[in-house]
């Protein structure tokens, strides 16, 4: 009677445990890397399976076959700007990653189902396809991990790493269009913030491109709040379009107004505002000297 009641309480403790959903611990631990290129997140959530003494690829992954890239949950990648993949594209969104692994190449595929799985998987629901090279490292690395390396401004390597085999894709983004894309979006909701109007204008003189556009945000941030910030940016427009005299007029206005401001950042500006002003003077041609008429006899 008392084994009875001891197997009893056993089944109790163990229908307790499992409607309680109790966090333990994982044979294949969840992780995410999230890299910021250019103005581009793009964010991983895998599931990290470790070797623990067994042969990996060709035996563990077979080769030739899908693989989920991780365990537990299909690994995902999002990406909040589009995306080029080895030279492809792949839109802003979140994807399923999978593999096929063989031993000279990759393919590496992202896949529009997020809950897809080896079992249900179509593949006339990737989104791209592109093949990847293994290398042998000379690093072992004993949970399978994935990261990001060798980044800039606009492109990264994004690296599968397990084992003693490296593959990686070479990821690349359209900082250009993409910020472009940023401030236009941001004048369109803040079209009355004369701080907004200021920094769009900056960019697209910083870029060269549209002043006129430019010139109509600097014109409607004065409006609607002068400061030597978005005096200083008109200044630099119109110098940027050979309109010096006018330029010079509006740099001395930024200058008296920055220093008569309380605004901790003008500091930073006053020599580059004192410059503009000795430049844009440079810029204008000199008034002809009348001469004197000699008289005649």
């Known amino acids: 009677m008392q084994k009875i009641m001891l197997n009893v309480v056993a089944f109790c403790l163990v229908a307790q445990l499992a409607t309680a959903q109790i966090r333990l611990p994982q044979p294949s631990p969840g992780a995410s890397v999230m890299q910021t290129i250019g103005t581009t997140d793009v964010t991983v959530k895998y599931s990290?399976?470790?070797?623990r003494g067994r042969e990996?690829?060709?035996?563990?992954?077979?080769?030739?076959?899908?693989?989920?890239?991780?365990?537990?949950?299909?690994?995902?990648?999002?990406?909040?700007?589009?995306?080029?993949?080895?030279?492809?594209?792949?839109?802003?969104?979140?994807?399923?990653?999978?593999?096929?692994?063989?031993?000279?190449?990759?393919?590496?595929?992202?896949?529009?189902?997020?809950?897809?799985?080896?079992?249900?998987?179509?593949?006339?629901?990737?989104?791209?396809?592109?093949?990847?090279?293994?290398?042998?490292?000379?690093?072992?690395?004993?949970?399978?991990?994935?990261?990001?390396?060798?980044?800039?401004?606009s492109t990264a390597k994004l690296n599968f790493m397990w084992a003693?085999?490296?593959?990686?894709?070479?990821l690349r983004v359209d900082v250009k269009a993409n910020a472009q894309a940023n401030v236009e979006r941001a004048v369109a909701d803040k079209p009355e913030d004369p701080a907004v109007l200021q920094a769009?204008?900056?960019?697209?003189?910083?870029?060269?491109?549209?002043?006129?556009?430019?010139?109509?945000?600097?014109d409607k941030s004065i409006g609607l709040k002068e400061t030597f910030r978005n005096v200083w940016t008109k200044a630099q427009i119109l110098a940027k379009m050979g309109k010096a005299a006018e330029a010079l007029t509006l740099a001395q206005r930024a200058m008296s107004l920055g220093q008569a401001s309380n605004d901790p950042s003008f500091p930073f500006f006053k020599d580059a505002i004192q410059n503009g002003i000795t430049d844009f003077q440079a810029m204008i041609p000199p008034m002809p000297i009348k001469?004197?008429?000699?008289k005649t006899s």
């Open 291 to 294: 001469g004197k008429k000699k």
């Open 48 to 51: 990290r399976p470790a070797m």
């Open 56 to 153: 990996i690829f060709g035996t563990l992954v077979p080769y030739g076959q899908l693989w989920r890239t991780g365990a537990n949950a299909a690994t995902t990648l999002s990406t909040t700007t589009d995306l080029l993949v080895n030279g492809q594209r792949l839109p802003a969104g979140t994807y399923s990653v999978f593999t096929i692994p063989t031993q000279t190449e990759w393919t590496l595929i992202m896949n529009k189902n997020t809950a897809a799985s080896t079992d249900a998987y179509k593949q006339e629901e990737d989104a791209l396809r592109v093949q990847i090279r293994p290398q042998q490292s000379g690093e072992r690395t004993e949970s399978f991990t994935i990261n990001f390396s060798d980044v800039t401004d």
């Open 164 to 170: 003693n085999v490296k593959a990686a894709a070479d």
């Open 200 to 218: 769009a204008a900056a960019w697209n003189l910083a870029q060269g491109r549209n002043l006129e556009q430019a010139l109509a945000w600097t």
